[in-house]
């Protein structure tokens, strides 16, 4: 971390600063320019933020060099993370495409579903069971009922599940969910993800609508710094000025991710794009960008969906989708087993 | 709401529509233009999603006529609410500054600064005891042992105290906290929100970083629907491209949400602009604008703040500040008492 | 266009509005609901702006069904339209690369650029004589001379060349030129693009930072309305919140623009990601998306460019790029001849 | 400007790229930290790109100490700068209302909007000839005949007027003209600021719907560089994610422009809410923000304006918005005259 002073800071506080810097530890290298003066901060910096030290009277302004994260953090840990998921993995090469519907509605529907995704080749399960809707007057999904049919259909076809949670008191009902979710509404929950840091379970942590990559990669840190490391990153579109379409999927986020850590990186183009025709065009750009895997919607009725119909593909053209994308993953030397 | 339906829509499948939606509670009146053809619904269409029904094919576009908010609808109560906080009123003319540190860090400093704000004249205390820091290796706040202390500068000054709450789980913590606060990044933690619903507490409702002012008063409204309505909405500026400062104050709001609501709104010119210098023009706009209160951050160290030092006004610069907004306040006719 | 009027709409106000309407030439068909009354136009709305309709005090809101747009509009025209650079197709299966470095600096640079590119198997050179800078005092092009080189280097290798207009008063110049690229600040330079309108060369239009897709389609149709078809519609990179890169690809842009317009659409990725090595990442989602083209930096030697270096390639990291775009183009079915 | 190295760079690419800066005037000052080695540059850093540098291999990141902008620059002069327009000072103390309709009609229309709005107290006229619209089929302006018209009511009422430019082919018409307003999509049309940074014209410069305040400083030191320094900055609302209004007045942007440069500052509420009953409200608050001058759109016949009569204020409302602003701007300590 580099300190820039003011040009005429006062040396006694500018004495002050140090001594306070030293007593946490720093080392202070300090470099005089014609204006210009600079103190580097050696040491794990991470326990600073830029903003409390710009507090400071004498502070003209501050600048990270290290990366704020560390167990994120590809430099700490050169090769990509693979998980296994009931047998599957995820990472690394290895390649997966989770699938279902928004809701949980009935057990006929969680099953059908769940029979038809499998038969597709997908290899894990999606349905929400606790839903945040913006409205209090909206549907809010079958809570601890929804939870039963999901695992009622996970039984039926072997498929593990993926279901999101919203609050660390739920905690207890998810002994048998194989993913958790993040939704991106609590990305920044943080009880939510100090809860999950202290489980062994996996997290599937989603993007908040207007959250910055480094902000996911230090949410992601709140559950690695508590001992849980099993952590995949899912994209699933952020908030621009664009009206024609849900949200915008940021496709650079998925080298970006990469680059800055060793989790898997997933994309929902469903959420993304909020309409069912341009799943297709997205799902084939995240294999493209490198992704680690898909989350997509797919309801045996969307139309009558109690949630999120309009991007739910129905199993007929998520089937023609996994016909199209089984090749495109091969191409780009990754495989889905 | 009104339903546009696509130029060649399958009459039988919109017959079904229509069933459904009468089987719903709603009547509908038809109107068939050249090209279009209009579905309107006549009933309380608070339950509807305009997404969910954009899901049906034969749906072209859906617009809202009424809003999707009721108890917070100005239209529904066109009085202003006025809350009464520990003898001090806001909303309806009544105007009340909020003041004191970020994080509470030690007894003297959080009875010192109290007593400070009260001498310039604020009739309420804020302090944080649990804090949402972007990184786990921050500074957290000292949790249950800051309320505690927080609740001694009660006592000892007879200010009413504000504090941020986290998770529904601590609820049972806060019985004698006069304001429980949901940050900005909690602003959709719909179980957070629901939990308040159930209470008598008054609730300070912050703005998401990129919320927009109709989900602002929806997340009002989760707390309204389970039967508590003492909320106060506050904006505390949103995230834009600008990089000068943290965040840009939204000043419209304050007109927007006066006129789309009856609840008290307040402004937060600290964590808006993140830079102490600014605070002043921000809260003297935010009076100009018609808001019922500020809350204003003061720290009678800043620069050795555990948080949010650099927005941080002295005990004199408050005192300034407040011997500025008194005469403003009146000259926009409201009463600071 | 439907007109949705306030329910204490004064009938003598509503009587004006439908007598100008009608002597605009529209029909009006009017439906009465229980609360509503709305008032569909039959006619071309494309002179109408929603924004000016709203002034009238008996009017609540406005809704378009129709789009502004017509002669962009693919409900108009069907087919994809392919456009001929110099021999080159683009559009409707045929896939074109434009490469070429930010700016033109000497003839020996443009020139060596021009033959590497065309032996990797670019067809088209780009290259800037006329930059857009944010600050007055960085280079701002070599303006007249830098035409000269370029169009030197298209006599050299043959190549058809794309490069940047800022003003109609330097068309003249331009009259060997092949493609006019209108850049992403210029994107609603009205005046640029009328003129543009009026002459017979394809024109590269760059969306905006912060544009709608809309936005960019109605200033396509400026230059389309004064006779001028032969327009290439490019993504380039949105401005977001992100901070680790300079831009954020929209790569959604990408089939909804093909679904609005017949219009060939490109894609900028090293504009987009600002940095060298997300280049090929976006470049290969790009196509996997459906983009009929990309426009990419190549500089000789990045680390002496005089602008945009960070994220040019090196030739021959762009030409291990083509030779992995090559057979992705193929199996995504297009031709790149 | 500081340079920081990465870790392993190489040391003869870092002693080129010494050369090279040394070679363009600059001195260096290096420091060496445990892990980090920096370039510290003394000499004029405005010609430099931060992005530029950043292109080469050895360097980490970059970062600006000084700002890039230096006639502008508050710093370079500390005084307010104080523009008198035809006998009006505005700026130093000196506050200034521009009213009049968003596009000139009629002769009658401007004539006695500008009787009206003088009547009531403003100083200067605005009205529109050449109008920015984002549909080619949306009226465009009357152009030069416009122009005509607008100077007439000069005459006829003496107050100095203001209307926009679009292109610099169109500075002949414009000499007559006492500000010269470079709209909003315009702030980066960089061939027009050159070119009004060779005559001597007072330039209202709008702030883009996307663009920082920096890059705004930046374009009005395009104007300045070229030897014009009579430049007034307006803010005008910002795009964000709000929809309940057409833009978001960026009241922050007051306070921190009169703290980065000399210039005034003045706002357009009308623009910034799109609704007219908002804009006394952000008008006031501008006010108490410190602004320098308020631009308002007034209109005899709002229902019926062919542009922007949504926000536009009849001369009543404005009258009696005047005798509200007149007291606030006193209370304020600045003069109205």
């Given at each position: 971390m580099i300190i820039i002073l003011?040009?005429?800071?006062n040396a006694e506080k500018v004495a002050l600063l140090k001594g306070k810097l030293r007593s946490l530890g720093f080392d202070i290298h300090e470099s005089q320019g014609q204006r210009q003066r600079l103190l580097g901060l050696v040491g794990d910096t991470s326990i600073l933020e830029p903003d409390d030290l710009m507090a400071n009277d004498v502070v003209a302004d501050v600048k990270r060099v290290q990366e704020p994260y560390k167990k994120a953090n590809r430099k700490m840990h050169p090769e990509d993370t693979v998980l296994d998921i009931g047998g599957h993995k995820i990472g690394g090469g290895h390649f997966q495409v989770i699938a279902g519907p928004c809701s949980i509605e009935t057990k006929e529907q969680i099953t059908e579903v769940a029979q038809d995704v499998k038969n597709s080749g997908a290899h894990l399960l999606r349905g929400g069971a606790f839903k945040p809707r913006t409205s209090p007057y909206s549907f809010q999904g079958l809570a601890n009922n929804g939870l039963k049919l999901l695992l009622s259909a996970k039984e039926a076809t072997g498929l593990p599940v993926v279901t999101e949670i919203m609050t660390p008191e739920h905690l207890l009902l998810f002994d048998d969910v194989d993913i958790v979710q993040v939704?991106?509404?609590?990305?920044?929950?943080?009880?939510l993800l100090k809860a999950l840091g202290k489980t062994h379970k996996t997290v599937l942590l989603k993007r908040g609508l207007a959250n910055t990559l480094e902000e996911l990669v230090m949410s992601a840190e709140y559950i690695m710094a508590g001992g849980n490391e099993n952590v995949i990153l899912c994209e699933r579109g952020i908030r621009t000025f664009e009206t024609s379409m849900r949200n915008t999927l940021d496709i650079s986020a998925i080298p970006m991710l990469k680059s800055m850590t060793h989790l898997p990186v997933i994309v929902d183009p469903s959420h993304a794009a909020g309409i069912r025709w341009m799943v297709p065009s997205l799902a084939k750009a995240a294999v493209a960008a490198g992704a680690d895997g898909l989350m997509i919607e797919v309801?045996?009725?969307?139309?009558?969906a109690l949630c999120d119909g309009p991007q739910s593909l129905t199993p007929e053209q998520f089937d023609k989708l996994m016909a199209e994308l089984r090749p495109e993953v091969e191409f780009f030397g990754k495989t889905m087993d």
């Open positions: 003011k040009e005429d800071a939704g991106a509404r609590n990305m920044q929950n943080f009880q309801h045996n009725d969307p139309e009558n």
